[in-house]
């Protein structure tokens, strides 16, 4: 069908379905982009991903909303409201609605008690906590190295539970990258090659602990745990050169600051590897 009609008029029935259909695909691309975003550190699995993209276009809908269904009909809305759910008595809607609530209860109680059973760890946490934390991240440590640096001295957790916790299963490059900014930034100052100037990061770094190797163990302490993340291979494949320079440099002053007859260098011989130092 042609945009223009035989009598040179335009069609504009045509083209107002056209717009409609482009803007769909638009708002729906979009949409489903911004979620993957979100899902990619939010979701636990590939399955929720999936779950979480393909509902990026749905809009939550209130009891209100689903109240509205039933108006005008009172007969069926009647009808409706008297039925039961499992005999037990309960209205259709608001019976399944608790009944699901509880369910969910139930599973996560026997889920509970089978890691207690088993002895699994629960120190991992949500994937909704992971991604407020991974957000909060994001806005302390993006702006420079000194601003990340100031970040991982203000963390009270220490630095393998905080890999624990949030990064067991997936760690981004981006939180590497900030990572190794700081611990390089903390490094020339305790070599006394800063050309930051920060003063708010050496008066934070001073105030932490008076023992003079402070400094080195804090860095080993954050070298050593980001080796327990997920995908952590992979995080440092994706730094970008002046990253991975850094990372180098931090990985030698550790080498050569350690005493090698007591030190745990497992780790360190990893970074050899991936760094191919």
């Known amino acids: 069908m042609s945009a223009i009609n035989k009598d040179g008029s335009l069609n504009v029935s045509m083209l ?28 636990v699995d590939y399955d929720e991903f999936k779950n979480l993209v393909s509902a990026s276009q749905l809009k939550p809908i209130g ?32 019976g399944y ?12 109680e026997i889920t509970t008690k089978s890691q207690e059973s088993k002895g699994i760890s629960s120190s991992t946490k949500s994937s909704r906590d992971a991604y407020n934390f991974l957000a909060l991240w994001k806005q302390q440590c993006s702006s420079s190295a000194g601003a990340a640096l100031s970040f991982l001295l203000q963390i009270e957790e ?12 997936d760690v981004d490059s981006d939180v590497v990258g900030d990572i ?46 980001m080796t327990t993340c997920g995908r952590f291979d992979l995080a440092i494949s994706f730094m970008t050169a002046t990253q991975e320079s850094q990372l180098k440099e931090i990985v030698e002053f550790v080498k050569t600051s350690t005493d090698t007859e007591n ?8 970074y050899n590897e991936l760094l191919k130092c």
């Open 63 to 94: 009891r209100r909303d689903v109240s509205s269904l039933f108006n005008g009909c009172s007969g069926s809305h009647s009808t409706l409201r008297n039925r039961t759910v499992h005999g037990g008595g309960i209205g259709c809607l608001d």
């Open 263 to 270: 030190a745990d260098d497992d780790y360190l011989c990893r």
């Open 16 to 43: 107002e379905r056209q717009v409609r259909e482009d803007m769909a695909i638009y708002t729906k691309s979009r949409a489903e982009d911004g979620m993957k975003k979100r899902a990619l550190h939010a979701s």
């Open 180 to 225: 190794v900014s700081a611990l390089h930034l903390l490094m020339c100052l305790a070599l006394d090659k800063n050309d930051h100037n920060d003063e708010s990061v050496v008066a934070l770094i001073a105030g932490t602990s008076d023992e003079p190797d402070s400094t080195l163990k804090f860095i080993s302490s954050w070298l050593k745990a």
């Open 97 to 108: 609605i608790d009944e699901k609530k509880k369910n969910e209860n139930k599973k996560k």
């Open 158 to 169: 220490k630095p393998e539970t905080i890999c624990e916790q949030y990064f067991s299963t």
